[in-house]
């Protein structure tokens, strides 16, 4: 049966819920969902709290139950698939099938293995009707948890490079000075994005050079994303402000973690050898350790070395590039590879958005690791 026009309006409605659980369900789904009747009544909202803690189907129930609304025959929008097994939560399914819920209405299915398609098929036999959105708002609905769609496809983050760059592309002037290309908008919007990864990732060479914390502090947030840090030799100093909270950090380096400043597990500093070659970090060992730590969307703040470097290997799913309003001339690069012979070589991207954010334009585009991963809109 196609979807309404309501669906439509309550699925996005729900796809706005789900929105607010970003830096908080980690390594859960963000869900959104909504409660009401086909003449446009709404009786309850909910969006997933933290793991281990309600999910938007039951967040929604026990906000519609509170107000005294009789459920029976009601329909539920949700973001995401419910889910029809028990982890540290009840099965969503089997609260809806309770509730008495008459119909539910998905915008994607989840693709985690106790669930793909049985917690539709459940509410099936229950007696429920059930249907699955398609086109926008199954794109939308990807969108909101690429990360968790990476890790449990893929069995890697969904990883998103931002830049921040003049109009000509650079970084910074030849000197490193960079501070600054874009504006406090601009960075208050790139905390924000922060907030909704798992992880933060940059290099030793950045540590060096910037000092940075890479926390989020322009945005609320519920949580700080764990920051990681590539070391190769593990030559991070323990008084880095990397190191101080608030947020955990992990350093990832190639040699003997023994080599480290045992300070740095002394202030509770994760440390991890993943060896490659050249003496470096391989980045698919990088990639596959965070997933299996839980981390689904890891937001990079590097230099030109270690973009180039996952540029390069295909690792980046999203390109978040905001753009200053000026011309720098000779200044450092966006990414740092050997230079190639032919345009069929470059690093294509699919552009999904552009904006204005204050007076720079933010970018958003994909790369074709990041645009196959996602359903196709209409």
């Known amino acids: 049966m196609p979807l309404t026009p309501l669906d439509h309006q309550r699925l996005i409605e729900a796809l706005a819920l789900a929105e607010t659980s970003f830096g908080l369900t980690?390594?859960?789904?963000?869900?959104g969902c909504v409660i009401g009747n086909e003449a446009g009544q709404v009786f309850g909202r909910g969006a997933t709290q933290q793991a281990g803690g309600p999910h938007a189907e039951v967040m929604a129930?026990?906000?519609?139950?509170?107000?005294?609304?009789?459920?029976?025959?009601?329909?539920?929008?949700?973001?995401?698939?419910?889910?029809?097994?028990?982890?540290?939560?009840?099965?969503?399914?089997d609260a809806l099938i309770a509730a008495g819920i008459g119909r539910v209405v998905a915008a994607l299915g989840d693709p985690f293995p106790q669930v793909d398609g049985a917690g539709m098929a459940r509410l099936r036999v229950a007696g429920v009707q059930t249907a699955m959105a398609r086109g926008d708002i199954a794109f939308a609905a990807a969108l909101v948890n690429c990360g968790?769609?990476?890790?449990?496809?893929?069995?890697?983050p969904w990883v998103r490079l931002k830049v921040a760059a003049s109009l000509d592309g650079r970084t910074a002037l030849p000197n490193g000075h960079s501070q600054w290309i874009?504006?406090?908008?601009?960075?208050?919007?790139?905390?924000?994005?922060?907030?909704?990864?798992?992880?933060?990732?940059?290099?030793?060479g950045t540590v060096r050079a910037?000092?940075?914390?890479?926390?989020?502090?322009?945005?609320?947030?519920?949580?700080?994303?764990?920051?990681?840090?590539?070391?190769?030799g593990f030559t991070l100093k323990a008084d880095a402000r990397i190191v101080a909270p608030p947020?955990?950090?992990?350093?990832?380096?190639?040699?003997?973690?023994?080599?480290?400043?045992?300070?740095?597990?002394?202030?509770?500093?994760?440390?991890v050898s993943l060896p490659g070659a050249d003496g470096r970090v391989d980045l698919?060992?990088?990639?596959?350790?965070?997933?299996?730590?839980?981390?689904?969307?890891?937001?990079?703040e590097a230099g030109a070395v270690l973009n180039g470097a996952l540029l390069q290997a295909g690792w980046?799913?999203?390109?978040?590039?905001?753009?200053?309003?000026?011309?720098?001339?000779?200044?450092?690069?966006?990414?740092?590879?050997?230079?190639?012979?032919?345009?069929?070589?470059?690093?294509?991207?699919?552009?999904?958005?552009?904006?204005?954010?204050?007076?720079?334009?933010?970018?958003?585009?994909?790369?074709?690791?990041?645009?196959?991963?996602?359903?196709?809109?209409?």
Request: hydrophobic share 45%.
């Open 247 to 271: 947020g955990p950090l992990l350093l990832v380096g190639a040699a003997g973690v023994e080599t480290a400043d045992p300070e740095l597990a002394a202030r509770g500093v994760s440390l």
């Open 210 to 232: 910037d000092d940075p914390r890479l926390d989020v502090r322009l945005v609320p947030t519920p949580a700080q994303p764990l920051r990681v840090v590539l070391d190769s």
């Open 316 to 378: 980046v799913d999203e390109v978040l590039m905001y753009l200053g309003p000026m011309l720098l001339g000779p200044g450092r690069p966006v990414a740092d590879w050997p230079a190639l012979q032919q345009l069929q070589q470059a690093v294509s991207l699919r552009v999904q958005d552009v904006g204005l954010v204050g007076p720079d334009v933010r970018l958003r585009a994909f790369t074709a690791s990041g645009a196959a991963l996602l359903p196709q809109a209409a």
């Open 26 to 31: 980690e390594p859960n789904p963000r869900v």
């Open 148 to 156: 968790f769609l990476s890790r449990i496809q893929r069995r890697r």
């Open 61 to 93: 129930l026990r906000d519609a139950q509170a107000a005294g609304f009789s459920l029976q025959g009601a329909t539920a929008w949700v973001t995401l698939e419910p889910c029809a097994h028990r982890g540290r939560t009840p099965p969503c399914c």
């Open 182 to 204: 874009t504006s406090e908008a601009a960075r208050r919007d790139g905390h924000a994005w922060r907030r909704r990864a798992s992880a933060v990732l940059t290099g030793i």
């Open 284 to 300: 698919g060992l990088l990639m596959h350790h965070l997933a299996d730590q839980g981390v689904n969307e890891v937001h990079v």
